[in-house]
């Protein structure tokens, strides 16, 4: 079944193809930024309104949530797309999502989405006190030590505004590792926490260190796989997985990019693969193992070549 968002897109180009042939309009003066903010935000309101579109009607919070993180996903697709225009659009759904869940919040009474943009606009100029202060960084190192000093200066300021009778529970929230969201994608969560601990000056020396990690967790998953035991294969999989966050922030690379490439690389393969079979007459289910190995050597071959052809006719 198609996504919603699909529905959507469908429904909009159909309303869109039936004014092709209309006459052009005058020329519009050019909008600010400001003023068509406005006028999505007016836009979302109309749909929620009781004469609106029933399906904005029904969504709530925790409905939208999937949408959220697929449009982040999206964004991150069209901006390594390379097309411009495809990453404006994604942009712009991702946009979207924040007025829709700050116009749900005002039907509640909760906050605004006028509140949004102020919350955010005040926490960077308080947190960037090297361009609005008196405060200097010498490099972007500093900048991100002062900023987790910053954080930490406000949970604390926020805490001694709670009730009296919450104070167990701020007890619990004093660590260097708080506002890491537990509902992040797990490579994530792994990524802030780490990151983190290194802020706060818990690291690794080098990148040696971190390899010699992953070592000793692949060793010791192999040690509970022999062993069969399910609990603790389980433990040290992902003490393993974590060992290999950590790296990949070490070396710069963002986890969950780089798991999402090597998704697609597989897919990209393995769809050649079947390609390959199917023009040999062949399904691809039905192919011997060592078959299926030739297979992908072929597809991963074809895929090396055409990228160094492509690169050689850039130059």
Not at 11 to 31: A, C, I, N, V
Not at 150 to 173: F, S, V, Y
Not at 222 to 248: I, P, Q, T, Y
Request: net charge positive; glycine share 6%.
């Amino acid at each position: 079944m198609a996504s919603r968002k699909t529905q959507r897109k469908k429904h909009t180009s159909r309303r869109t193809s039936s004014r092709k042939g209309s006459p052009k309009t005058p020329k519009q003066k050019q909008l600010t930024a400001g003023e068509w903010f406005e006028r999505l935000v007016a836009l979302q309101a109309r749909l929620r309104a009781p004469n609106g579109c029933p399906w904005d009607r029904e969504q709530t919070h925790a409905t939208l949530r999937t949408y959220l993180i697929e449009e982040a996903y999206e964004v991150l697709d069209a901006m390594k797309s390379g097309d411009d225009a495809k990453f404006a659009n994604e942009m712009g759904d991702l946009l979207l999502q924040v007025v829709f869940h700050s116009q749900i919040a005002t039907e509640e009474g909760r906050f605004t989405v006028a509140d949004v943009i102020r919350e955010v606009h005040e926490k960077m100029v308080r947190r960037h006190p090297h361009v609005f202060g008196e405060k200097r960084a010498k490099d972007a190192a500093e900048v991100l030590r002062n900023w987790e000093q910053i954080k930490a200066q406000e949970r604390a300021g926020a805490q001694e505004r709670q009730e009296h009778g919450e104070t167990e529970k701020n007890e619990q929230r004093k660590s260097l590792l708080d506002g890491v969201p537990r509902g992040l994608p797990a490579t994530m969560e792994g990524l802030q926490l780490t990151r983190k601990a290194s802020r706060a000056g818990f690291d690794w020396d080098n990148a040696a260190g971190v390899f010699e990690k992953l070592r000793e967790e692949f060793g010791e998953l192999l040690r509970a796989s022999d062993e069969k035991d399910a609990a603790k294969m389980e433990e040290e999989m992902g003490d393993l997985l974590f060992a290999a966050v950590n790296l990949a922030r070490f070396l710069q690379v963002d986890p969950e990019i780089a798991l999402k490439n090597a998704n697609a690389k597989f897919a990209r393969r393995f769809r050649e693969m079947e390609r390959m079979s199917t023009e040999n007459g062949q399904a691809f289910a039905d192919v011997a193992r060592a078959e299926k190995e030739k297979l992908w050597d072929d597809a991963k071959r074809a895929e090396v070549q055409a990228a160094k052809s492509e690169a050689v006719g850039k130059r």
